[in-house]
């Protein structure tokens, strides 16, 4: 399976684990979501991010404890917030996690949500004024690779400077690839060609992105860049009761982004509903350009998700 055109990841619930529990949060089950997704022979798995606005285990030591009980799986972010970090530090832990994992990390980016209020406060309290977190990405992007690729870095821009500074370790990988989580808007997907190693939206229709990965591609190239791999990152639940699977959506976008979701909007997120459903609509985003399918299960039971869609949903998917 790990030679197919199209991969799979699995999202790991580091937030769930808080919202669905009281007390310590368990990480077992993470652990063990992530070890059955290799030994289903699915492609990656991710997790996701936050400091204060929507709290979870934090992404990169978790990502370590994953490595070391798997292989092969290679292990992501979806999606990382770069700017609520020192990018010089930054540059070192994910270093450390490619070490410690044989080379296996991905890193995708973003720069968060436009709203609620929890995200500003986030973004404030730890010394990044909101309306330009962006720039301060474009920043830690560029710092971290030259960061990982050279020696003795200086390094003066807007946000950050760093005079003469070498990492003592690099990254297994030449540069660990960072896939840029955006909008469809001209200046998020523009962000995309020009500093991304990938396009990883998690609302939109196979249409839109099918369309924006064009310009993606067409821009990257003018700039004489490889726009790397396209993505998208799917929020799902399978089950035969298509309204049942519908309101468990809901629900759960709401707990996890405080935003109401309703009527056709959640479904730009993905599928919720009986197999066929979601074998139509994921074989849609890889006629449309999509190389890779990371899946947000909505459901509590998240290793029967995993079990259930393997069995229904994996062998209907255009995945050679």
């Not at 606005?53 to 992404?59: G, I, N, V, Y």
């Not at 839109?208 to 993505?231: C, H, M, Q, Y």
């Given at each position: 399976?790990?030679?197919?055109?199209?991969?799979?990841?699995?999202?790991?619930?580091?937030?769930?684990?808080?919202?669905?529990?009281?007390?310590?949060?368990?990480?077992?089950?993470?652990?063990?979501?992530?070890?059955?997704?290799?030994?289903?022979?699915?492609d990656?798995?991710?997790?996701?991010?936050?400091?204060?606005?929507?709290?979870?285990?934090?992404?990169l030591?978790?990502?370590?404890?994953?490595?070391?009980?798997?292989?092969?799986?290679?292990?992501?972010?979806?999606?990382?917030?770069?700017?609520?970090?020192?990018?010089?530090?930054?540059?070192?832990?994910?270093?450390?996690?490619?070490?410690?994992?044989?080379?296996?990390?991905?890193l995708?980016?973003?720069?968060?949500?436009?709203?609620?209020?929890?995200?500003?406060?986030?973004?404030?309290?730890?010394?990044?004024?909101?309306?330009?977190?962006?720039?301060?990405?474009?920043?830690?992007?560029?710092?971290?690779?030259?960061?990982?690729?050279?020696?003795n870095?200086?390094?003066?821009?807007?946000?950050?400077?760093?005079?003469?500074?070498?990492?003592?370790?690099?990254?297994?990988?030449?540069?660990?690839?960072?896939?840029?989580?955006?909008?469809?808007?001209?200046?998020?997907?523009?962000?995309?060609?020009?500093?991304?190693?990938?396009?990883?939206?998690?609302?939109?229709?196979?249409?839109?992105f099918?369309?924006?990965?064009?310009?993606?591609?067409?821009?990257?190239?003018?700039?004489?860049?490889?726009p790397?791999?396209p993505?998208?990152?799917?929020?799902?639940?399978?089950?035969?009761?298509?309204?049942?699977?519908?309101?468990?959506?809901?629900?759960?976008?709401?707990?996890?982004?405080?935003?109401p979701f309703?009527?056709?909007?959640?479904?730009?997120?993905?599928?919720?509903?009986?197999?066929?459903?979601?074998?139509?609509?994921?074989?849609?985003?890889?006629?449309?350009?999509?190389?890779?399918?990371?899946?947000?299960?909505?459901?509590?039971?998240?290793?029967?998700?995993?079990?259930?869609?393997?069995?229904?949903?994996?062998?209907?998917?255009?995945?050679?």
């Amino acid at each position: 399976m790990a030679d197919r055109k199209v991969k799979l990841g699995v999202l790991l619930p580091t937030r769930g684990v808080l919202l669905w529990n009281e007390g310590v949060p368990e990480v077992g089950p993470i652990i063990d979501l992530a070890v059955r997704a290799e030994e289903l022979g699915y492609d990656s798995v991710f997790v996701g991010d936050s400091v204060l606005a929507k709290p979870r285990l934090e992404a990169l030591s978790v990502l370590s404890a994953v490595a070391v009980r798997t292989e092969r799986v290679k292990l992501g972010t979806a999606v990382f917030l770069p700017c609520l970090r020192d990018p010089v530090f930054l540059a070192y832990q994910v270093a450390t996690l490619d070490v410690i994992s044989g080379g296996r990390v991905i890193l995708g980016v973003g720069i968060g949500p436009p709203k609620p209020q929890e995200c500003v406060h986030e973004f404030e309290t730890l010394g990044v004024p909101f309306r330009k977190r962006m720039f301060y990405m474009q920043e830690h992007m560029t710092l971290m690779r030259r960061l990982w690729t050279e020696e003795n870095v200086t390094f003066e821009g807007r946000y950050y400077r760093v005079e003469n500074v070498t990492l003592a370790h690099k990254p297994i990988q030449k540069t660990v690839p960072m896939w840029v989580a955006s909008a469809t808007v001209d200046t998020a997907w523009q962000r995309v060609a020009r500093f991304g190693d990938g396009w990883f939206p998690n609302r939109v229709t196979p249409e839109e992105f099918r369309d924006t990965w064009g310009k993606i591609v067409s821009l990257a190239d003018e700039n004489g860049r490889d726009p790397g791999t396209p993505a998208w990152y799917m929020t799902t639940c399978i089950d035969d009761d298509k309204e049942s699977a519908m309101k468990n959506g809901e629900a759960f976008l709401l707990d996890y982004y405080y935003t109401p979701f309703w009527g056709d909007s959640i479904e730009k997120w993905g599928t919720y509903g009986p197999a066929g459903d979601l074998i139509e609509r994921i074989n849609a985003f890889i006629d449309a350009g999509a190389e890779h399918v990371s899946l947000r299960f909505t459901h509590r039971d998240q290793m029967g998700q995993l079990e259930r869609f393997t069995e229904e949903v994996l062998p209907h998917l255009n995945l050679e």
